[in-house]
């Protein structure tokens, strides 16, 4: 194994990840990411991993809230990774690294050692150690099994987290893969709560189902963790028969070649389809302009993706933080501020960084004899066209679901409370793709390629649609009572008046921002 | 020269980036009808210039002349009369080809009709004919067909290409050359950069080049080289555009022992 070369490449990495914070915007990122980080590694050590490990000593069940504990760390580093795609990015594709002289196993290695040193894993890291922290100092458990046991659980993490998206990846190619991973993550998005109904008061087959995750990578750790003797050794075992099987699995998967993708012409050319005569409707000045966009966002497989699961997404979500359990409010206010996220959240990845994902092919749109704001103001209103649609068909889902009687406040407020929402998003969009771009890949399935102020406004816009609802329900439940839905028309008012000022302005200002975006996104600067 | 004699004329052009100088002061003329050769090392400002002569760059000082009207960042009209194939390509991966040209066409003010017309006579004409497959699928060659068919589509009255034949193969630069020819016989202008000499030299009938940072070192026409003559510069001939490229831009080989 060439371990110097591939050591190498890891430093390289970082070089070039370091490289980025050159730029004004990079030292921005970067100022707010370490701060962010280092009062997140502090409260996650104080709060978090710790605190766990004292909640475990203290109960008396120090095995079965570590189990817990590890586990719900597990499934949020895969979910964040898979869904969200955090810490994904190879750096180096097998491609670009077989310019170097790597074996296949070297450069097998290489990109899955440079993928595991990638901030976030260390994060997942921390918080399983702050774990094994927490049982010793306050449970006398020895770390030097602790300490092994995390990080395993965290290359278990990693390595499951890879395998998922390498396998959703190929089912993505082929034609019947949308259907199948959307089929798939609404299935484990109701799993919890169909699970949580059936197993209720049936303690046999809780009992059983324990048994059986006893064999998984998170209750092996905590049993190594915990538990001394053969049990100890038996969960170090489970723990590394399940890296030694996953990393067979990542490699077989990889070596599988990933199939072609069907194109979707077979014949001759198309003069005028649909999205021409949809894009007609914007005028002649803009319907070029319209009809491109229109093609862009549907021929990305991510927006296709994510477009179709907002729907079911949101649905989940509106059940979900309804939960009385929680402390959620009714159906009522889930669906209020749930309908909401399904306005942007298909569009969001684009719509947040517009230029991002066109490459040097930016510079057209500087070279058309037309204003070149067009290209923004047309990007922004085809978002808004595919977001607006989908409101109508999110509240037809609520009419059919709702509780009855449904009265017209009850149906009308979280749809205007969705249009307001719409223009809210799409205006602060405007002003990341102008002031915020960064360079993506329009192909990438997986991977979190958005910027700093990209990621707030779309991570922020998602949690103020979830948490503010159920605020407003607790210090001012009138404002979401279905009799006042007049107030969600103020909201439209107020939210279509921020998106056309933000449209003006950004126009304005376009022509201005023109050399910094080609530089930003032609990864000059 | 007299401006209505020019198609392009740059007086004092010079652009900064960040206290960096890309181009210094660069004047230089562009007779109408003519195929210009503007040559240069690696990072003599050839594309800069080319960004700023496109309104894609926004001069630091001096000042453009395209067709005897001043360019802005606001000339619109302008704009329709030149065509331009930037060095990036800039191609929209996701779409056909057919798809993008006529994109372009519109965005030139083509009329359906004529845009189907021209995007399929282009597409015979450069055989650029899979439709199955979107531009990001294409061969680099083919994707520098495209980028010169986006370029010509609306028949503009100067073109703009940074570096048009690289990667295309001998036959499909054969074809580009009788087409330039054949636009500059109609009064058209044509403005290349270009690394490989040999080709300027057939086909362009006026050469400027220039040396870091965008400083204009010789200008002149390469009439009398076609004819068996030889080039000029400070009392020196030389008899090929290589010659003289590599004389005024001081090109050196480094001995490398180890090699």
Same mark, same amino acid.
């Given at each position: 194994?060439?371990?110097?070369?591939?050591?190498?490449?890891?430093?390289?990495?970082?070089?070039?990840?370091?490289?980025?914070?050159?730029?004004?915007?990079?030292?921005?990122?970067?100022?707010?990411?370490?701060?962010?980080?280092? =009062?997140?590694?502090? !409260?996650? &050590? +104080? /709060? %978090?991993?710790?605190?766990? *490990?004292?909640?475990?000593?203290? #109960? $008396?069940?120090?095995?079965?809230?570590?189990?817990?504990?590890?586990?719900?760390?597990?499934?949020?580093?895969?979910?964040?990774?898979?869904?969200?795609?955090?810490?994904?990015?190879?750096?180096?594709?097998?491609?670009?690294?077989?310019?170097?002289?790597?074996?296949?196993?070297?450069?097998?290695?290489?990109?899955?050692?440079?993928?595991?040193?990638?901030?976030?894993?260390?994060?997942? =890291?921390?918080?399983? !150690?702050? &774990? +094994? /922290? %927490?049982?010793?100092?306050? *449970?006398?458990?020895?770390?030097? #099994? $602790?300490?092994?046991?995390?990080?395993?659980?965290?290359?278990?993490?990693?390595?499951?987290?890879?395998?998922?998206?390498?396998?959703?990846?190929?089912?993505?190619?082929?034609?019947?893969?949308?259907?199948?991973?959307?089929?798939?993550?609404?299935?484990?998005?109701?799993?919890?709560?169909?699970?949580?109904?059936?197993?209720?008061?049936?303690?046999?087959?809780?009992?059983?189902?324990?048994?059986?995750?006893?064999?998984?990578?998170? /209750? %092996?750790?905590?049993?190594?963790?915990?538990?001394?003797?053969?049990?100890?050794?038996?969960?170090?075992?489970?723990?590394?028969?399940?890296?030694?099987?996953?990393?067979?699995?990542?490699?077989?998967?990889?070596?599988?070649?990933?199939?072609?993708?069907?194109?979707?012409?077979?014949?001759?050319?198309?003069?005028?389809?649909?999205?021409?005569?949809?894009?007609?409707?914007?005028?002649?000045?803009?319907?070029?302009?319209?009809?491109?966009?229109?093609?862009?966002?549907?021929?990305?497989?991510?927006?296709?993706?994510?477009?179709?699961?907002?729907?079911?997404?949101?649905?989940?979500?509106?059940?979900?933080?309804?939960?009385?359990?929680?402390?959620?409010?009714?159906?009522?206010?889930?669906?209020?501020?749930?309908?909401?996220?399904?306005?942007?959240?298909?569009?969001?990845?684009?719509?947040?960084?517009?230029?991002?994902?066109?490459?040097?092919?930016?510079?057209?749109?500087?070279?058309?004899?037309?204003?070149?704001?067009?290209?923004?103001?047309?990007?922004?209103?085809?978002?808004?066209?595919?977001?607006?649609?989908?409101?109508?068909?999110?509240?037809?889902?609520?009419?059919?679901?709702?509780?009855?009687?449904?009265?017209?406040?009850?149906?009308?407020?979280?749809?205007?409370?969705?249009?307001?929402?719409?223009?809210?998003?799409?205006?602060?969009?405007?002003?990341?793709?102008?002031?915020?771009?960064?360079?993506?890949?329009?192909?990438?399935?997986?991977?979190?390629?958005?910027?700093?102020?990209?990621?707030?406004?779309?991570?922020?816009?998602?949690?103020?649609?979830?948490?503010?609802?159920?605020?407003?329900?607790?210090?001012?439940?009138?404002?979401?009572?279905?009799?006042?839905?007049?107030?969600?028309?103020?909201?439209?008012?107020?939210?279509?008046?921020?998106?056309?000022?933000?449209?003006?302005?950004?126009?304005?200002?376009?022509?201005?921002?023109?050399?910094?975006?080609?530089?930003?996104?032609?990864?000059?600067? | 020269?007299?401006?209505?004699?020019?198609?392009?004329?740059?007086?004092?052009?010079?652009?900064?980036?960040?206290?960096?100088?890309?181009?210094?002061?660069?004047?230089?003329?562009?007779?109408?009808?003519?195929?210009?050769?503007?040559?240069?090392?690696?990072?003599?400002?050839?594309?800069?210039?080319?960004?700023?002569?496109?309104?894609?760059?926004?001069?630091?000082?001096?000042?453009?002349?395209?067709?005897?009207?001043?360019?802005?960042?606001?000339?619109?009209?302008?704009?329709?009369?030149?065509?331009?194939?930037?060095?990036?390509?800039?191609?929209?991966?996701?779409?056909?080809?057919?798809?993008?040209?006529?994109?372009?066409?519109?965005?030139?003010?083509?009329?359906?009709?004529?845009?189907?017309?021209?995007?399929?006579?282009?597409?015979?004409?450069?055989?650029?004919?899979?439709?199955?497959?979107?531009?990001?699928?294409?061969?680099?060659?083919?994707?520098?067909?495209?980028?010169?068919?986006?370029?010509?589509?609306?028949?503009?009255?100067?073109?703009?290409?940074?570096?048009?034949?690289?990667?295309?193969?001998?036959?499909?630069?054969?074809?580009?050359?009788?087409?330039?020819?054949?636009?500059?016989?109609?009064?058209?202008?044509?403005?290349?950069?270009?690394?490989?000499?040999?080709?300027?030299?057939?086909?362009?009938?006026?050469?400027?080049?220039?040396?870091?940072?965008?400083?204009?070192?010789?200008?002149?026409?390469?009439?009398?080289?076609?004819?068996?003559?030889?080039?000029?510069?400070?009392?020196?001939?030389?008899?090929?555009?290589?010659?003289?490229?590599?004389?005024?831009?001081?090109?050196?080989?480094?001995?490398?022992?180890?090699?």
């Amino acid at each position: 194994m060439n371990w110097s070369l591939i050591g190498e490449l890891i430093r390289l990495r970082y070089k070039l990840m370091w490289a980025k914070t050159r730029s004004r915007n990079g030292r921005i990122a970067l100022f707010v990411i370490g701060y962010l980080v280092f =009062l997140m590694v502090m !409260l996650v &050590l +104080a /709060f %978090g991993g710790i605190g766990a *490990g004292i909640a475990a000593i203290q #109960s $008396g069940r120090a095995q079965q809230v570590t189990e817990i504990v590890l586990s719900a760390l597990f499934v949020n580093a895969v979910f964040a990774t898979v869904i969200v795609g955090f810490g994904l990015s190879a750096a180096f594709s097998n491609t670009e690294l077989r310019r170097y002289p790597l074996s296949a196993r070297e450069r097998f290695v290489a990109r899955h050692f440079l993928g595991i040193v990638d901030p976030f894993w260390f994060f997942i =890291l921390a918080l399983e !150690l702050g &774990l +094994a /922290f %927490g049982l010793f100092a306050w *449970g006398s458990f020895p770390l030097w #099994s $602790g300490i092994p046991a995390a990080l395993l659980l965290t290359v278990c993490s990693y390595l499951v987290a890879q395998s998922l998206s390498v396998w959703i990846d190929r089912l993505l190619a082929r034609e019947s893969g949308y259907a199948i991973v959307i089929l798939l993550i609404v299935l484990v998005a109701m799993s919890p709560g169909i699970t949580a109904a059936i197993l209720r008061g049936n303690h046999a087959a809780v009992a059983k189902i324990f048994a059986v995750l006893w064999f998984t990578p998170p /209750f %092996g750790a905590a049993a190594a963790m915990t538990r001394g003797g053969s049990e100890m050794f038996l969960g170090f075992a489970i723990v590394i028969v399940w890296l030694v099987a996953l990393l067979f699995t990542l490699a077989a998967l990889e070596r599988r070649p990933l199939a072609a993708r069907k194109t979707v012409r077979t014949e001759g050319v198309e003069w005028d389809s649909r999205l021409d005569r949809i894009a007609r409707v914007f005028g002649p000045r803009l319907a070029p302009l319209i009809g491109f966009w229109l093609r862009f966002y549907c021929r990305n497989s991510r927006f296709r993706v994510l477009y179709f699961l907002s729907l079911p997404m949101a649905a989940f979500l509106a059940f979900s933080i309804s939960q009385p359990r929680r402390g959620g409010g009714s159906l009522f206010v889930g669906v209020f501020g749930a309908m909401s996220i399904v306005a942007f959240l298909g569009t969001a990845r684009i719509a947040v960084n517009q230029y991002g994902y066109a490459g040097g092919a930016l510079r057209r749109f500087f070279l058309f004899p037309t204003d070149p704001a067009a290209s923004l103001r047309a990007g922004s209103y085809t978002a808004l066209l595919f977001g607006a649609a989908w409101i109508p068909v999110a509240a037809i889902v609520w009419t059919i679901f709702a509780p009855r009687p449904l009265d017209a406040g009850m149906l009308l407020m979280p749809a205007l409370n969705a249009v307001a929402v719409l223009f809210l998003f799409h205006g602060f969009a405007l002003w990341t793709s102008l002031y915020s771009p960064k360079r993506g890949n329009y192909y990438k399935s997986f991977g979190n390629d958005l910027s700093l102020a990209g990621n707030v406004a779309l991570i922020g816009t998602m949690l103020t649609c979830i948490l503010l609802p159920q605020l407003l329900h607790k210090i001012a439940p009138w404002v979401l009572e279905p009799r006042n839905w007049w107030l969600s028309l103020a909201a439209d008012a107020l939210g279509l008046c921020f998106y056309l000022i933000s449209l003006r302005a950004a126009t304005a200002l376009f022509p201005q921002r023109r050399e910094a975006l080609v530089a930003a996104i032609e990864g000059k600067s | 020269m007299t401006s209505s004699t020019n198609a392009i004329r740059i007086s004092h052009l010079a652009k900064h980036y960040d206290g960096a100088v890309a181009v210094a002061d660069l004047s230089l003329a562009v007779p109408k009808g003519s195929m210009f050769g503007f040559l240069g090392p690696n990072g003599s400002g050839k594309s800069t210039t080319i960004g700023c002569l496109t309104g894609l760059l926004d001069p630091t000082g001096g000042s453009i002349e395209i067709l005897g009207e001043k360019l802005t960042p606001d000339s619109v009209t302008l704009k329709r009369r030149m065509g331009v194939m930037p060095e990036t390509l800039g191609l929209f991966d996701p779409l056909y080809a057919h798809e993008f040209l006529a994109f372009v066409a519109r965005m030139y003010g083509l009329s359906e009709a004529e845009t189907r017309q021209r995007v399929t006579g282009l597409l015979a004409a450069l055989e650029l004919t899979d439709t199955r497959k979107t531009l990001g699928k294409y061969s680099s060659g083919m994707r520098k067909r495209v980028a010169f068919a986006a370029a010509v589509i609306h028949s503009p009255e100067v073109l703009f290409l940074d570096e048009p034949f690289e990667s295309i193969d001998p036959g499909g630069v054969a074809a580009m050359k009788q087409w330039l020819r054949r636009f500059t016989e109609q009064g058209r202008t044509v403005f290349i950069t270009s690394h490989v000499l040999e080709t300027v030299e057939r086909l362009c009938d006026r050469v400027a080049i220039i040396t870091k940072p965008g400083k204009l070192v010789w200008e002149s026409d390469l009439r009398a080289l076609a004819e068996g003559g030889v080039l000029e510069h400070e009392g020196a001939t030389f008899k090929s555009v290589e010659a003289l490229f590599l004389h005024l831009t001081g090109e050196k080989y480094a001995d490398l022992d180890w090699m």
